[in-house]
């Protein structure tokens, strides 16, 4: 499979984290996305390519030309079968907002296609996208779209004060209170503007930035204490860690970590776990 990311231009750098483009002639696999705390546009060329919930194969977004999936609450399972391609937009907690009219939570657990929120053009626009020959073409093309739909519905400087102070302070009910204090809001005002630039709350915020903290970790080191790491990230206790690990992933830390140690795990994406046919 040929895979490459390049990163947004200045105009951009400040919503978007990448832009991704993978191709394969022939490609059967099964892949297996925990939740992450991005919002993502994803363009899909590909012969078959259909995504579900793992408790809800019944359900299927099948062979969508595009669409922007939210925040997910569980893992969702991809399948891909014959010639693949498929280019994506992966933007910051709080970038999709400023070229949407919608609410970030409108997204959230969601996969909606992306013709609902840009307009039926947009299916032009991938046909345009398609007809390119280069990658890194493709990805110019869809930056211009983007830097055309930005508007000046930007998040408030304590949204971002809040993310560095999470960031520091992962599943510690102390770093809201911390947050709302130094900004001078109330709690009511900092959980409207998660849901509204963000999709989900800061509680929900915090849990999941640790648990994907604890995945990069465990991709890292497979074999490393559980004790010592629930300690590390301040949760109560290492049946706490478990638990919530678990409810997010549908793993326990241990089978996640026997996923690395089988190679299964995407060394550039932790969240996603492969499987072969």
Not at 92 to 119: E, Q, V
Not at 183 to 212: A, E, M, W
Not at 234 to 253: C, E, M, V
Request: net charge positive; hydrophobic share 30%.
């Amino acid at each position: 499979m040929k895979y490459f990311e390049q990163l947004p231009s200045k105009h951009l750098s400040n919503y978007i984290d990448k832009y991704w483009y993978c191709q394969a002639d022939e490609l059967s696999n099964t892949t297996m996305s925990i939740p992450f705390l991005n919002h993502e546009l994803v363009i899909n060329f590909c012969d078959n390519y259909s995504i579900s919930r793992e408790s809800d194969y019944d359900n299927e977004f099948v062979n969508k030309r595009s669409w922007i999936s939210g925040i997910q609450r569980t893992p969702t399972i991809s399948k891909s079968t014959g010639q693949h391609e498929m280019m994506g937009v992966l933007f910051k907690p709080f970038g999709l907002k400023p070229f949407i009219k919608y609410h970030s939570s409108d997204f959230n657990n969601k996969y909606i296609d992306a013709r609902l929120i840009f307009g039926n053009s947009f299916e032009d626009l991938i046909q345009q996208i398609q007809n390119i020959k280069f990658p890194k073409d493709k990805i110019s093309f869809i930056e211009k779209y983007l830097l055309g739909k930005l508007s000046g519905d930007y998040s408030p400087k304590y949204l971002k004060a809040s993310l560095n102070i999470f960031e520091l302070q992962t599943e510690n009910k102390k770093s809201i209170k911390d947050t709302c204090k130094q900004s001078s809001i109330s709690n009511k005002s900092l959980i409207k503007s998660f849901q509204k630039h963000i999709g989900i709350t800061p509680k929900k915020y915090l849990q999941l930035h640790s648990i994907n903290k604890a995945i990069l970790r465990l991709s890292k080191d497979p074999k490393q204490s559980l004790t010592n790491l629930a300690y590390d990230l301040n949760f109560y206790d290492q049946a706490h860690f478990i638990r919530l690990f678990k409810a997010t992933t549908s793993l326990t830390p241990r089978q996640y970590a026997k996923c690395a140690l089988s190679n299964k795990i995407d060394e550039s994406s932790p969240n996603f776990i492969f499987h072969q046919g």
